[in-house]
């Protein structure tokens, strides 16, 4: 079985050397360290997440890789300003298997919007059923549609979808102001 493999999802980004990007709800790094090796030292990547652990633990594969353009950020996306970021700042943000999780989901829509320069763009990946154990309870699963008014209300266009892995959709939308 074959679930998101972040090294392959990574690819339909078209992240560059020199980009910012912020992973938003990084978790266990896999998007934040696969970034930070695209970007490279021109480039930066804020990993952010609300669990001090796993920040700890993306900053050991952060060290094992010796990559040195990661910023950690520990705190919660759903208060206003949650990601600490400046406005306008960021080419890429990164949003994968938060959502369902997020008791204020347009908040981590609003805060990616605020966060991005125009033009930038927003990753969204997220389960697209409950699997068992391993994914989120029927009730929590955010289907493709919901995910789509939620950050097209915010103001942004969506760009295109993308398949990343069973049980899963890609979404990515562009910021136009």
Not at 106 to 134: D, M, P, Q, T, Y
């Amino acid at each position: 079985m074959a679930f998101v493999r972040p090294e392959e999802v990574i690819k339909n980004f078209n992240l560059e050397p020199g980009m910012i990007v912020a992973d938003f709800g990084c978790g266990s790094g896999h998007y934040t360290l696969a970034a930070a090796k695209i970007v490279a030292d021109l480039g930066k990547v804020f990993a952010i997440d609300v669990q001090k652990e796993l920040l700890e633990s993306v900053k050991s594969g952060a060290r094992l890789h010796n990559l040195n353009n990661i910023e950690f950020v520990w705190t919660d996306l759903e208060n206003s300003e949650g990601s600490r970021l400046a406005p306008d700042s960021v080419d890429f943000v990164i949003i994968s298997n938060i959502l369902f999780q997020a008791g204020n989901r347009l908040a981590v829509a609003k805060e990616a919007f605020r966060v991005l320069k125009n033009k930038g763009r927003v990753a969204v990946i997220e389960w697209s059923e409950s699997f068992g154990n391993l994914g989120p309870r029927p009730d929590d699963v955010v289907k493709k549609d919901e995910a789509k008014k939620i950050f097209m209300e915010q103001g942004f266009v969506l760009d295109k979808e993308f398949e990343p892995g069973e049980h899963h959709y890609g979404l990515i939308f562009v910021k136009h102001v």
